[in-house]
């Protein structure tokens, strides 16, 4: 078959857990999608694995101490190989028909939009680049004439149930939250949580940062900030419904009294294929919904006294201005403080708090502004984390794990 035929498509942060279930659906569709792109962090193994079986035209991995052992993996494939910051946007900037955007972080930004500026349709799952730059980004996706469609389960189940042409009639939205492996745990016994214990997810399997972040829900905090951003709807109508069984992935309700809600099984491959597949259906290997099976369907309402991270990302939607991207930078400090052994579970949220009581800057107007923002909030999250080490000393530390 000709490439002509085929979709062409690019994965950003193949190496990672949704970047493996888009492989994934890949590998069983090599009629349908041609690979242009891949890229990764750091992982040479991984992205040498994903190329040999995807056969890509170009890959790119962001740590630039990668190249050599990558450019020899690959040699003789005709691949073409690059590293660094730069590299990870140029594999954006090719034109594939389709982007799954699934770097981890703030570090997804600068590629997401540039494959955005190019008019792309993205898959997002790099929710951390609509928390700390929302309003731009989807200024820049209109601009642009780019698509952007929702990967994150509850937004795709979202996305696929809201009638856009007749928004007068939603009433709200409502998120559901697994609740996380800590969800029945008080907060003395939360402190006590190991990253391992954290990272143990009940219901999905992703990538170390998410996992802790469902823990905390700060999760679906940074969730709600997502969905206020992609369906332009304000805190208060963004609800959020604990379903320990993750079968009902979100609803949207309307004014006349019906919800309307998408369920599967909770595996990523279905909302990776609706946006591949998007505005058609696709088959996939993931196993069909038995209710019969599952018996049971429970919901409560989030506890914010012991998940306050939730509360928290509320009050950084409601503030607006730089409040989100500080919301963002903080967790992800703390987040890796806390993988790192640094810092208590409970000492997530408490870090978060204390860096947007204590910082003051104005709202950036354009991404290099967020970048910047980022970049001092990290500096100032890992001053508090570090206490005792010199402002110096944490600012070579950030910088280097930055640039
Ligand atoms: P992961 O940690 O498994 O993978 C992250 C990817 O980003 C890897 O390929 C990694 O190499 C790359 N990366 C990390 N730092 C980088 C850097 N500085 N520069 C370039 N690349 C870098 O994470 P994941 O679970 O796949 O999640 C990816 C994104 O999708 C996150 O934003 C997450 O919130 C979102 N998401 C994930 C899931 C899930 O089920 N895993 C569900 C919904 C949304
Ligand atoms: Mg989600």
């Not at 905390?216 to 905090?221: A, E, F, L, V, W």
């Not at 989100?324 to 052994?341: M, T, W, Y």
């Not at 991404?367 to 980022?374: C, P, R, T």
């Amino acid at each position: 078959m000709q490439d002509t035929e085929r979709k062409t498509v690019s994965i950003l942060g193949a190496t990672g857990s949704v970047g493996g279930s888009t492989a994934d659906l890949l590998l069983a569709n090599p009629e349908r999608f041609a690979v242009d792109a891949l890229t990764g962090g750091r992982n040479v193994a991984r992205l040498v694995e994903l190329a040999s079986a995807l056969h890509p035209r170009f890959v790119a991995i962001a740590d630039p101490s990668c190249y050599g052992t990558l450019k020899d993996a690959l040699s003789g494939s005709g691949i073409e190989v690059a590293a660094g910051d730069e590299a990870v946007c140029e594999a954006a900037d090719r034109p594939a028909d389709w982007v799954m955007a699934a770097i981890v972080g703030c570090a997804g930004l600068l590629p997401t939009l540039t494959a955005v500026r190019r008019g792309a349709t993205v898959a997002l799952a790099n929710k951390e680049c609509l928390v700390s730059a929302g309003d731009i980004m989807m200024r820049e996706v209109a601009d642009a004439g780019a698509t952007l469609l929702p990967v994150d389960s509850e937004h795709n189940a979202i996305f696929q149930v809201f009638e856009q042409r007749r928004r007068e009639a939603i009433d709200k939205i409502v998120l559901t939250a697994s609740g996380g492996p800590f969800r029945d745990a008080s907060l003395a016994e939360m402190a006590g949580k190991s990253p391992a214990e954290a990272v143990a997810h009940p219901r999905w399997d992703m990538g170390a940062k998410i996992s802790v972040d469902s823990a905390t829900m700060m999760n679906k905090g940074l969730e709600v900030i997502e969905a206020a951003h992609l369906f332009d709807l304000p805190e208060e109508r963004i609800d959020v419904l604990v379903h320990p069984e993750s079968i009902v992935h979100s609803m949207v309700a309307y004014r006349d009294g019906s919800v309307l809600a998408q369920l599967g099984m909770p595996d990523m491959r279905t909302p990776i294929s609706y946006a591949l597949a998007w505005p058609e259906r696709m088959e996939t290997n993931v196993r069909p919904l038995d209710l019969t099976e599952i018996a049971t369907l429970t919901f409560s309402a989030p506890d914010e006294t012991r998940f306050p991270a939730l509360a928290l990302a509320r009050e950084a939607l409601r503030l607006r201005g730089a409040m989100p991207a500080i919301l963002n930078a903080a967790n992800e400090i703390a987040v890796a403080g806390f993988l790192e052994g640094r810092l208590e579970f409970t000492g997530i949220a408490e870090l978060v708090g204390e860096v947007m009581a204590a910082a003051d800057f104005a709202g950036p107007a354009t991404i290099d502004d967020v970048i910047g923002l980022d970049r001092e909030v990290r500096v100032l999250a890992q001053d508090r984390l570090v206490g005792q080490l010199a402002h110096s000393a944490a600012r070579a530390d950030v910088e280097s794990t930055i640039e």
